[in-house]
């Protein structure tokens, strides 16, 4: 019997294993496909960055030749662009005080890497049919297909680090979609992309897109490679009736700031689309199992929050799965805190996303303020997880309800239906 079984190799998956081997806990990774592969999501926020030095990887990450990111601009048509260094982050480590954009195939591909350097079991092209419960409801084990075979594999604790597939939220009728949150997302590789004056060249850039309900963003990726993206409101997206490829093509041109910026670009990617549905489980842990990351929530992670996010839960659940081992209790009750602590980030976070989206504008009304830009660029990294320290929610929510009850105001038209 294997003390803990982690299904996904994605980055939470990889950083789980590389806590637990560094604390010598034995367990196995199950992964259904294999590394390399493509996924979206480059930029690297520095809350990411905290994580990967705590597992011995951020060295790693800063020797492959990823390009910086010091920081953020954000564009708005009309105003001046507004640009955020990660510097300027609320942050216990002030030395992170700059970032990199990673290809994410390269990126897992070394993380999985350097899991298996610390020790850590991982097994490829292993794809688990199902979580094995017991009479009592307790798992005790997978059902995974392997080589051919189908076997069983017992294990103390199981762990769902799947990702969107949320492979114990789906057995157990767990996962439920989020109504007020629901995007689609479009991204590929452009060769040639103004990246702008010198000093903003290896930023993040972030366009606002009114019409379509959604923003967009450049990232570099290498010397003259740059990631574009859109996400924006999916309703608004299927209601155009355009290809995936017309719509891109129109965000593009109804953005002055994205278009002046690809006037010259050559596409050096098939265009991908991808629903980013919002999804909550009712509870994230159980007798003998838990689950971290995208299996365990999806809240749209605006402005490349997501890696983050995922490592971070990792972190988290990591502590509760050492203390959960040497107490030899993997019950239900044992992972409370971290559920509790998981809830309140993502109602943070969630409440952060859908006022973003239901006023745009707000977002940098705030973030020019002197008053709330610190406390805005600590939710921005993930560091308010409890609700009650989200105080610049609750004024930018003020703001909307303003907004709502003024039919003259500057921001009403802004508003989303």
Partial sequence: MTDVVILGGGPAGLTLACYLAGAGIDHVLLERGHHPRTRVGETLLPSALRVFAEIGFLEVAQNAGFPPSPGIVYHTEGEDPIEVRYHEFPSEHPDLGTSMHADRARLDMLLMKHAQGMGCRIVQGASVRSVRLDDGGRAVGVVVDIGGKTVEWDARLVIDATGHQTLVGRQLGLRSRDPDLDQIAFHTWFEGVDRGPINHRDHVHVSFLPVHRGWAWRSPVADDLTSIGLVVDRAGFQAQGLTPEEFFEACVKDSPDLAAAMAKARPARVLGAETAVNYALERIHGDGWLAVGDAARFVDPVFSAGVGMAVDSARLAANAVMKALEADDTSAASFASYQAEMFGAAAVWRRFARLFYRLMPAFTVFLRSPQY??????????????????????????LVATVEREANHPLRGSLRT
């Fill in 373 to 398: 830009r610190g406390d805005l660029l600590r939710l921005l990294q993930g560091d308010i997880r409890d609700p009650a320290d989200a105080l610049v929610l609750s004024e930018m929510e003020a």
